[in-house]
């Protein structure tokens, strides 16, 4: 299992978002690390096919995400924002992306529960969603991007509201799974990767200025601070 980004770009009028991105991801934790506005929302919203690219492709299993019904049925997407029905309970809107995505009623129920058990919302299944408070909505929405049990799960900055302790919990959860599937988690701080990236891709002014395993680092915080602040621009590919 193989998805490819093959010189992925995006330019809006003047503006080049997405420079020429080129990466072979693996079953594994990708972290996506970069300041705001680096361009990696925009790179992920690409690799959910959602956006279409101004140039190049993606690929999953040697196929065009854009035309690959494989890869719409196997991957899962948490976007920064996402709208609830304002009527609907926790349990009535996953059943509701449920028959979405076409998961069998006999799974559906299993799946639900044992989500809201890993992502501590079963106090609250039957509560709606409105109430909740911004990192229960979180919560929600990691939910429902991974009720397909997805081979691909694309996170665009999915720790955003949750406290620390929801945090470790989380991330506890995507390293006990990350050897089924590729898992591409963005975000702009350094803690909530770290620990559990297999490789660290920095993403600078819309470029990939590296891409590092684990073990090519031993301060990562350093190593970001260092391309951020100090204008290191060298670029390292594994």
Known sequence: MELIIHNLSKNYRKKEAVKDINMNLTPGIWGLLGA???GKTTLMRMMAGILEPTKGNVLFCGKDIRH?????????FLPQEIQFGRDLTVYDYLEYVAALKNIPQRETKMRINR?????TLEDVRHKKIVKLSGGMKRRVGIAQAMLNDPKVLILDEPTAGLDPGERIRFRNFLAETSSERIIILSTHIVSDIE?????VMIMKEGSL??????????D????YINIFMNGEDEYEAV
Do not use: Q
């Open 36 to 38: 705001n506005g680096a």
């Open 68 to 76: 690959n019904r494989l890869y719409r049925a196997s991957f899962g």
């Open 115 to 119: 989500l809201l058990h890993v992502l």
């Open 195 to 199: 620990d559990i990236a297999d490789y």
């Open 209 to 218: 200025n590296r891409t590092v395993s684990r073990s090519d680092y031993d």
């Open 220 to 223: 990562l915080e350093e190593l």
